[in-house]
């Protein structure tokens, strides 16, 4: 038996630093890995009741951009610049309120196709689009405000035209960017829902109402199109012509900081107007 046990040990020694080890990393081991510590360190989530709900975020289209230039005024001017330095202007004074968040399809000259204008408001889930213009008649004498909103047909001739202008950008964009048809814009225009189409007219009479005592406007001011850049289907979506760059008078207006000023307090207390009466609603 003793010389087995010596043998045994003998075989056993080289093992014996390794069982050693062993030993202390499976006594220390509950010091650092407790199984029930992690456990004892998970919270709940808070639950914020009655937290209030986001500023609404109004999304601002400045029309045309870079290799469109939109209308050209009686002495030159751009209508896609007039366009981007009024959005620019209503956009500070919206985020002057406090009331509101904003984005922007465009903060500088360049080119975006009217379908990535409508899908940029859909990626930031607007509550509200307002598409910026000043066009060009063939008549020079038409001068004065409108808005538009959506629709299978146009409300009139003049409409008509300024439709077509409009949805006509996209040729600008090359052959990669095309057009939707006539057919199809009006398929497209029929699935905007409902209640999205009474949002749109709910604005834009807010809109024409808080130009009337500062603006010259159109007769009829509020008509509608199948204008393109109109027909996402879940948001209301205006398009607002400040004026005609084919008139001298309204051109020289647009060229001034002070009267682009003016337009966008106008759209600022008709913005306020609908989404008090619209929330006030759904509250």
Do not use: W
């Amino acid at each position: 038996m003793t010389r087995r046990s010596a043998a045994l040990i003998t075989c056993l020694a080289p093992l014996l630093p390794t069982i050693g080890l062993a030993r202390s990393i499976k006594h220390s081991a509950p010091a650092t890995h407790h199984p029930t510590t992690a456990s004892h360190s998970l919270h709940a989530p808070t639950v914020l009741r009655n937290a209030a709900a986001p500023p609404p975020l109004v999304m601002l289209d400045p029309g045309h951009g870079g290799k469109d230039p939109g209308a050209v005024g009686y002495s030159g001017t751009y209508e896609k610049h007039v366009a981007e330095a009024a959005a620019a202007e209503l956009e500070r004074q919206l985020i002057a309120s406090g009331r509101y968040r904003v984005s922007m399809t465009r903060t500088s000259d360049r080119f975006i196709p009217l379908e990535g204008r409508v899908e940029m408001a859909q990626a930031h889930r607007a509550e509200l689009f307002i598409s910026m213009h000043a066009d060009a008649l063939h008549d020079a004498s038409v001068r004065g405000a409108s808005v538009y909103t959506l629709s299978n047909a146009a409300s009139d001739s003049q409409t008509a035209l300024i439709a077509q202008s409009e949805n006509s950008a996209d040729l600008f964009g090359g052959p990669h960017v095309h057009a939707s048809s006539p057919e199809v814009q009006q398929i497209l225009a029929s699935l905007v829902s409902e209640e999205t189409r009474r949002g749109s007219a709910h604005i834009a009479s807010s809109v024409v109402a808080s130009f009337q005592s500062r603006l010259t406007l159109l007769s009829h001011p509020h008509r509608h199109a199948a204008f393109v850049v109109l027909k996402a289907a879940d948001i209301p979506s205006i398009l607002v012509e400040m004026g005609f760059m084919s008139n001298r008078r309204d051109e020289e207006s647009l060229r001034q900081a002070g009267h682009r000023a003016m337009v966008a307090g106008a759209m600022l207390d008709a913005i306020d107007r609908y989404f008090s009466s619209t929330r006030t609603g759904a509250g």
